[in-house]
């Protein structure tokens, strides 16, 4: 009311008032079309790891490098160790911001904490190494970023794939392998039958002491561990002779690109027969391709500088090994296609997923991604300390500083050190789950590190027989020795002899805490000594895999649950024995009855 008399008395007094602006439209919004926001941090990881090794194999017949390639779980090594890296950041990240702030980055593990895991397995704060916001804070913004976070750990990265010195040669290896030959030699004349072979498996109704259908080298040479048989000379027990020194090394090792001039002088002394410094074909053993590649004059020899080409060329062999927390997701694949390996003159044999032999002559390679399924090592700190744990707490569900004082301090001493690190939601009070989490995130990092150990064996005669070197021979692998054994003798006839047992250059990668029990000499050793588990049958239906009690890959008759009747309609073969591809007809063929019912 008031707004309309203002208006009257102007226009009464003659006034002019014009009519307030229409306001002005407002522009319209333009539409953005929607994006994912930026990642916080675009910055590359800045730590990297060499995951590819060159190897020099100084075969009988010819010299062959191989460029090998290392992953974990299908990933590169460095995308896997990012990933454990995160998760631990992650962990320590108690607010949840994306970044680690002064208390936050105290509670972190040290880098020369992590590499001591790496390398032995146990986690130890060093007071020299303390990880403090002033180290890690590069960009001095008052907090740390995951990209700072992962720049931290320059020493652990350094240690995740490290290659080993060759293993030295299986010291008993020779002894076991003669008092094997004598048992089967029933003649004595030193070589082998087909019908000594195939006799084998009658000892198993006087050897398999164990009753469990497959012979050990325990049960064969019950002497075989011995200590005598490590030492060299000397009275061997059971008439078995002494060991051989160890072998001569042909295997090396070296970084991408670091392959030394000095190889090209050690190729020319092995393998130049006449002493002129130059290898001819024959002398070298390279493929017609190869050398003609390398034989730049056209003159028929080899000289340094050409030799040269083939130190610093095109690897003649590339392998990929990825290693898996499971044995049976090991991988091991040779990317060199078979054509080209044929013309260079090399056989594949892939034995299963995880282990590939390739062979030049009579010189087998062997390529496994080796996983053990046997824990070797003292019991897990977690399950030490879970002891602890329980005793601190006193009945309640969860410890506190108070609980790790008095009569009990110094037994108390590691959780009292654990304790801001493995506290969580750092509400002072450690719950088991925070305690189980914590050591979790350190068994991460235990198993983070890989080994590449090149080694040189000879197999024992055991380990020939052995075809899934699993230590034991099962009634298949008896029965199927003499064919195996056969193709290696290199004299050819219808005898097995001595020299069919060649020299071996394997390559294995496992985990760090696994290097020790990666020779397959020491594993069929321990296999055949120690009471380790059984190991579950992978594959086949789910009867056949209970049935399977020893794991040989097949069910006899005494495993067999059913009637004579069944298992002889199954064992279409009738050898006496169920294999896993009859399991799995006789199961295509039983399916179709029982989805009618």
């Known amino acids: 009311m008031k707004t309309l008399a203002t208006l009257t008395l102007i226009l009464l007094a003659g006034g002019v008032v014009a009519a307030p602006p229409a306001p002005a439209p407002r522009p319209a919004t333009p539409r953005v079309p929607a994006v994912a926001p930026l990642p916080r941090e675009v910055k590359p990881f800045p730590l990297s790891v060499a995951d590819t090794q060159e190897i020099v194999v100084f075969a009988p017949n010819r010299p ?90 320059k020493a652990s990265t350094a240690l995740l794939l490290r290659p080993q010195p060759p293993a030295a040669e299986n010291p008993y290896g020779a002894a076991i392998t003669e008092a094997l030959f004598k048992l089967m030699d029933a003649n004595g004349d030193g070589k082998l039958t087909k019908d000594e072979v195939k006799g084998v498996e009658k000892l198993l109704a006087t050897k398999d002491t164990d009753e469990d259908e497959c012979l050990s080298q325990a049960e064969l040479v019950p002497n075989f561990n011995d200590p005598r048989l490590r030492q060299f000379g000397g009275a061997q027990p059971n008439g078995l002779p002494a060991p051989r020194p160890t072998a001569a090394q042909t295997v090396f090792t070296y970084e991408p690109g670091r392959i030394p001039g000095t190889l090209t002088q050690q190729l020319l002394k092995h393998y130049d027969k006449n002493g002129d410094f130059e290898l001819t074909r024959e002398e070298s053993g390279f493929d017609e391709e190869t050398f003609a590649r390398l034989d730049k004059d056209g003159n028929g020899q080899l000289d340094g500088p050409e030799l040269d080409a083939w130190r610093t060329g095109p690897a003649d062999i590339e392998v990929t090994l990825s290693l898996a927390s499971k044995p049976i997701d090991c991988m091991a694949k040779v990317t060199t296609d ?74 108390f001493q590691f959780l009292r050190t654990m304790f801001d690190g493995a506290d969580a939601d750092g509400d002072g009070k450690l719950t088991k789950a925070e305690f189980d989490a914590y050591f979790d995130l350190q068994d991460s990092f235990r198993n983070a590190a890989l080994a590449l150990t090149p080694a040189i064996q000879t197999p024992t005669l055991f380990q020939l027989l052995d075809a899934n070197g699993d230590g034991k021979l099962s009634v298949r692998e008896l029965r199927t020795a003499w064919d195996r054994l056969l193709a290696l003798e290199p004299n050819g006839g219808d005898v097995v002899t001595r020299a069919a047992i060649t020299p071996s250059v394997s390559l294995r990668v496992s985990r760090g805490m696994d ?63 169920i294999s896993l591809e009859e399991a799995e007809a006789w199961d295509k063929k039983m399916r179709p009855a029982e989805e009618k019912k």
Do not use: C
């Not at 509670?107 to 990880?131: E, K, R």
């Open 515 to 577: 290097r020790y029990f990666a020779n397959q000499g020491q594993a069929a050793f321990r296999a055949a000594n120690q009471n380790q588990q059984v190991t579950v049958p992978q594959k086949g239906p789910a009867w056949f895999r209970k049935m399977d009690r020893n794991a040989d890959g097949d069910v006899s008759r005494s495993e067999f649950l059913g009637t004579r009747a069944e298992f002889d309609a199954m064992d279409t073969d009738h050898d006496g024995l």
């Open 338 to 411: 078979r054509e080209t390996l044929a013309r260079r003159g090399f056989k594949l044999t892939q034995m299963d997923a995880g282990r590939v032999i390739i062979r030049t002559g009579r010189q087998p390679i062997e390529f496994w991604a080796f996983t053990n399924t046997v824990n070797y090592q003292q019991p897990s700190l977690k399950v030490s300390y879970a002891y602890l744990f329980t005793q601190a707490a006193g009945g309640k569900d969860h410890v506190t500083e108070k609980d790790l004082n008095g009569p009990n301090a110094v037994q």
């Open 64 to 153: 062959v490098r191989i460029r090998l390639a290392v992953l974990v779980e299908g990933k590169s090594i460095i995308e896997a160790w990012e990933a454990k890296l995160r998760a631990a950041f992650n962990h320590f990240d108690r607010n949840k911001d994306g970044f680690l702030n002064a208390a936050e980055v105290q509670n972190i593990f040290s880098d020369t904490g992590v590499a001591q895991m790496l390398q032995n397995g146990y986690y130890q704060p060093t007071p020299q190494d303390l990880p403090t916001l002033e180290r890690l804070d590069t960009d001095k913004d008052g907090k740390v970023s995951f990209h700072e976070y992962a720049a931290y750990y």
